[in-house]
């Protein structure tokens, strides 16, 4: 990588045609050799094009987009000059990054914390996820409370999960058109936990996997920190490109696949259904698990609530699928109930390596669990009204106070996917930190350290007042008149 001596080959390649589609329209139309390597850039540092890819031969990319051979060989020899491309005889070139832009050592931790020196207690948009609904927690404890002796005259260990929870679960997984049995579900601490505990089943040190790009940064951390080697599927404004995600899957060959289909973390984009099932053809083909992160699928705000990406699955055709979810983000991030939706066998196999690190789950969460998932879909209306009006308030504070800014609007979810128009998102999340705000900068998301420097994720979970208050301080740091300083690696903690 930049980062040091080493020279990498590419791990796999981008063709002429794939990348020429991927060029703007006026670059295609008037190829010159720097409006093309800026493009080139921009390319990578979105994500689109990962880290190690080889690019096509100068020959035929120049055919592919219409230009002169020497037009593509000035655009290679400034990416190459710029830090952004490197070359080897023999090898040919591939995408690289400048020196500099190294790893961020992210601890897996949640939450900003602390205070000001004046007091103030700050404004954390770090963490996409609401408080619990009101009176909602009181209500499941007043519920839990008759029924708590009855469970507390056994021992309490249920590696598998409160028999009438996994039952609940399942039961909703049914109702949403995916039919489930008690035994296909374990009831987790939390949707990160369930992860985690399909990656050390799934996964030795060294495989490959295949995540989105941008993705949710604590599954990134659990990847590296298993020591598993990552390649991409570019996520952008318009969606996911299954022509490369179907390439990186034949050239990787990976073990596992980790997405987040429905109102995707950090994009808010909603994988359409013919997408879905090229995705579960591709994974089928290539006998790759397929983890599929439903943490968020519930949080619909424009569209209907998706159904199980394992239900379009023919009969028999998705016993590749690993369905994870929680309640974290419908009601309560404190609640630590989540749950992995798999074959029996498999989540016998997943059981066995829960025990050997955590015997059980809280049987009180479970037990408070019970009521809220039972009422879900009668509570999530509320829920979802709120967040419109969150929504709303957010888009009116950024056009008010940073209307240089753009993003699209997600049809559901807990965040913007916010475009600065120059890659500052590190360096102005070190600034506006100092003035009490707390944020997810766009690079903590990104597979490749360095990508997605000019985004930001700006959740809408706060009150309308507490959004503009933070829109309103992010577009102080960003306008302060002192150019922002080069980016600074410490620790960056989101939920």
Not at 312 to 326: E, F, W, Y
């Amino acid at each position: 990588m930049a980062n040091g001596p080493v020279v990498h080959p590419a791990d796999r390649t981008i063709g002429s045609r794939r990348l020429a589609a991927l060029l703007p329209a006026e670059v295609r139309a008037r190829p010159g050799y720097r409006s093309l390597a800026d493009a080139l850039r921009t390319l990578i540092l979105d994500g689109r094009i990962a880290l190690r890819v080889r690019l096509p031969a100068e020959r035929e990319l120049a055919a592919a987009v219409g230009a002169s051979r020497a037009t593509v060989t000035g655009a290679y020899d400034l990416l190459r000059e710029s830090g952004y491309a490197r070359s080897r005889r023999g090898s040919g070139t591939w995408t690289e990054l400048p020196e500099g832009h190294g790893p961020v050592a992210a601890l897996p931790l949640v939450g900003a914390g602390g205070y000001r020196p004046d007091g103030d207690p700050g404004i954390d948009l770090a963490i996409a996820a609401m408080g619990a609904p009101e009176g909602s927690l009181e209500a499941a404890l007043a519920w839990a409370a008759p029924r708590l002796p009855s469970v507390a005259r056994h021992p309490g260990y249920h590696p598998f999960g409160l028999p009438d929870l996994r039952t609940a679960v399942a039961e909703r997984f049914t109702r949403r058109g995916l039919p489930t049995r008690p035994e296909q579900i374990l009831v987790t601490a939390g949707a990160q936990q369930a992860f985690a505990l399909v990656v050390s089943l799934l996964c030795g040190a060294g495989d490959r996997v295949v995540t989105e790009n941008p993705t949710y940064a604590n599954a990134l951390d659990a990847l590296r920190h298993a020591r598993l080697r990552t390649a991409s599927i570019a996520v952008s404004d318009a969606g996911w490109d299954m022509e490369i995600a179907e390439s990186t899957l034949r050239q990787t060959v990976p073990r596992l696949a980790y997405v987040i289909p429905d109102f995707h973390n950090p994009t808010g984009s909603l994988m359409p259904e013919e997408d879905r099932q090229r995705l579960l053809e591709a994974t089928r083909r290539t006998g790759t698990w397929l983890v599929v992160d439903e943490t968020i699928a519930d949080i619909a705000l424009d569209v209907p609530a998706p159904a199980p990406l394992a239900s379009l699955a023919p009969r028999g055709g998705a016993d590749h699928v690993v369905t994870i979810g929680s309640l974290s983000k419908t009601h309560w991030g404190g609640l630590r109930v989540g749950w992995i939706r798999a074959s029996a066998k498999m989540i016998a196999e997943l059981t066995a390596v829960r025990v050997a690190a955590d015997m059980t789950g809280s049987v009180l969460d479970q037990l408070v669990a019970l009521p809220l998932l039972e009422g879900l879909d009668a509570s999530l209306p509320t829920r979802l009204g709120q967040l419109r009006e969150q929504r709303e308030a957010l888009v009116r504070s950024l056009e008010r106070h940073t209307p240089e800014w753009s993003w699209e609007l997600p049809p559901g979810g807990l965040s913007l996917w916010v475009d600065l128009g120059e890659p500052v998102s590190s360096a102005l999340s070190e600034r506006a930190a100092a003035a009490g705000v707390h944020i997810g900068r766009g690079a903590r998301f990104g597979v490749d350290p360095g990508t997605f420097e000019h985004r930001l994720r700006i959740p809408y979970t706060l009150p309308a007042d507490r959004l503009d208050e933070g829109v309103r301080r992010l577009a102080a740091a960003f306008h302060d008149g002192v150019p922002l300083p080069p980016s600074v690696e410490r620790p960056y903690w989101v939920a």
